[in-house]
């Protein structure tokens, strides 16, 4: 995917939370809830303003880092050889963000939305994604599983990433039937960070093993 497209995707994804905010405001009250503690209970409120204002400087961000690190990555460790894979992992990340603010922004206008499921099969779906391109990724300094000992040797890299794909992919879909089998929001928490930790650890198993 080429810079303009991913720029106008990213354009698009605002238009759409700006809309969505428009369309939603004369429904809202002053305060609405933005944030649900690990039990589900609300613990955190903020003004419609801000609450689709932080959710569009995060996608605006992410926009201009999926344009930038290409270009300012060093040599040795360019993005630019998978840059098309880097940006659907970008978009993906805006595309999470997007849905969880529409989420938000539907509870606070009083229109149900459970935001933990919305959030945790968000996130479920977020790792899966990036576990279907995990094992694309080359040698950089900014995506990916990036230990000493797979920034130190490309074969440790490239087992890495192939093995992580898998995690990543199996811990997104439990996540998945995890929340709508009801399960609380740390067991996703707790699968998910086991996801990212699982090929930490195997990068350095495996380069033990390759020396």
């Known amino acids: 995917m080429n810079p303009v497209r991913s720029l106008l995707l990213s354009a698009l994804f605002l238009l759409m939370l700006l809309a969505a905010y428009l369309w939603l405001l004369p429904q809202m009250p002053t305060v609405i809830p933005t944030h649900w503690n690990a039990q589900g209970q609300i613990n955190g409120y903020m003004t419609p303003f801000k609450a689709v204002a932080a959710p569009m400087l995060v996608i605006a961000g992410l926009a201009l880092l ?10 040795g460790y360019r993005i630019k050889p998978f840059a098309s894979v880097f940006t659907i992992v ?17 509870n606070g206008a009083g229109h149900p939305m459970h935001q933990p499921l919305v959030t945790t099969v968000g996130l479920g779906l977020l790792w899966m994604v990036m576990g279907n391109y995990m094992g694309k990724l080359r040698k950089n300094f900014f995506a990916g599983i990036r230990t000493p000992w797979t920034l130190a040797n490309d074969e440790v ?9 898998w995690v990543f992919m199996l811990a997104g879909l439990v996540t998945v039937i995890a ?10 928490i707790y699968v998910l960070v086991g996801a990212a930790l699982i090929p930490a650890i195997y990068s350095y198993v495996i380069y033990q093993w390759l020396q």
């Open 66 to 75: 999926t344009i930038l690190l290409p270009a300012i990555s060093p040599r």
């Open 90 to 106: 970008m978009l993906a990340v805006q595309a999470f963000v997007l849905v969880t603010a529409f989420g938000v922004l539907l």
């Open 157 to 165: 890299w490239e087992r890495t990433h192939r093995m992580a794909g």
């Open 179 to 188: 929340a709508f089998a009801g399960a609380p929001l740390m067991v996703a």
